[in-house]
């Protein structure tokens, strides 16, 4: 692994309680918000430090000793110690992510083809990142999994456009029966949104589906 420089002196948290959805009617317009395709697994932290790899769940249960390949390819970025938030999922034939499918892997333990989709960025290196703005937590991401293993995504977003930008992402997964959102932001100045409908009961939801996601770019 890799060895970069520390950059702060800020202590690696031991657990982040993640952000969850806020339900609203309608998605949020204008320039500030960031939108993201929503993925269907499970949400998971990773916490780095020196070479050793926690996977927690978003109740904090260390689930490390299930995803030993996802824990060993965010040990090999080039950092010494970090905290990620993301989903991990398993992919189907289609491209679109599927609960069933990382629940299937997770219990015959055939969890080596899943992707770790990587949304947002909370600590690296000395550095507590929940108080910067999410757009620069994300850059940093970003180029943090450039050169990252194959199970490691990163989730890229669209600034801007949250109407069109549901209404699509509904469109090209109508076959899911739902659409709706869930945050991935992990300070308390962040909101989201979710809205959708099911196809079977017709009413707004908020459980796990597909759509996107909308957090204040400033957040």
């Not at 992990?186 to 909101?191: D, E």
Request: net charge neutral; charged share 20%.
């Amino acid at each position: 692994m890799a060895q970069s420089v520390a950059r702060g002196s800020a202590r690696l948290p031991s657990c982040i309680s993640p952000q969850l959805t806020q339900l609203v009617e309608v998605a949020p317009d204008g320039d500030q918000w960031l939108h993201e395709i929503k993925y269907d697994g499970y949400r998971m932290h990773a916490r780095i430090d020196r070479g050793a790899a926690k996977l927690l769940t978003r109740t904090g249960l260390n689930w490390t000793h299930k995803y030993p390949a996802i824990a060993q390819a965010v040990v090999e970025l080039d950092m010494r110690q970090a905290y990620l938030d993301g989903e991990l999922c398993g992919v189907g034939a289609d491209g679109i992510t599927a609960f069933n499918i990382v629940q299937l892997a997770s219990d015959s333990g055939n969890a080596a083809a899943l992707v770790f989709f990587l949304f947002d960025l909370l600590y690296l290196d000395g550095e507590d990142l929940r108080g910067r703005p999410l757009i620069e937590r994300k850059e940093r991401l970003s180029a943090l999994l450039a050169p990252g293993a194959p199970s490691l995504h990163y989730s890229d977003h669209v600034i801007g456009q949250g109407p069109a930008f549901y209404e699509k992402a509904c469109a090209m997964l109508l076959a899911t029966g739902a659409c709706g959102a869930r945050s991935n932001a992990s300070t308390a100045q962040s909101l989201s949104w979710s809205a959708g409908r099911s196809r079977k009961e017709g009413g707004l939801i908020s459980a796990p589906c597909y759509s996107a996601i909308t957090i204040p770019t400033e957040a």
